[in-house]
């Protein structure tokens, strides 16, 4: 699960995590890698706040190493990422305040280069033979 840890606690109070639809949509050019939470708390405290979010590794198209932790900061995301845990599938970051928080991968572009028209024409060429073999297989002779 989540995990949130601050630097300095003044005051008792109670964190609480829930998960959601994140405000705004996706960080630009990235996806989301599970479920947003929104943290909030009646803690009194100082400093950083440490937040451990895990990502689902199945949506990771790319290097997992790639993947960021955002924090919504009430106009848009903005990366907060300290470091990830490929191994446990977790992103960790850390702010003065909290939100919403998700993890996210950049979006996987096709490299450039591959002659999709050519893939495409074969195809339909392949596709055509196909017919033709199962049109004669299939016909009837008196």
């Known amino acids: 699960g989540v ?8 005051a008792d109070g109670n964190t609480t995590v829930t998960a959601g639809a994140g405000p705004g949509g996706n960080p630009a050019g990235f996806t989301l890698l599970g479920s947003s939470f ?3 708390t009646t803690a009194g405290f100082s400093g950083n ?10 949506s990771v198209i790319g290097d997992e190493a790639d993947v960021k932790l955002f924090r919504w900061n009430g106009g848009g995301w903005q990366n907060v990422t300290d470091s990830v845990n490929t191994s446990a599938n977790t992103v960790t970051g850390s702010y003065t ?3 919403w928080w998700e993890a996210g991968a950049p979006i996987f572009v096709p ?10 024409a074969l ?17 009837f002779k008196p």
Not at 50 to 58: A, H, K, L, Q, W
Not at 111 to 120: F, R
């Open 38 to 40: 929104d943290i909030t």
């Open 49 to 58: 706040i440490v937040v451990t979010v895990p990502y689902d590794e199945g």
């Open 111 to 120: 490299p450039t280069g591959v002659n999709t028209s050519l893939l495409g």
């Open 3 to 10: 995990q949130v840890t601050f630097d300095t606690v003044a």
């Open 123 to 139: 195809s339909l060429m392949l596709m055509g033979s196909g017919g033709a073999i199962l049109g004669r297989r299939f016909s």
């Open 97 to 99: 305040s909290l939100s």
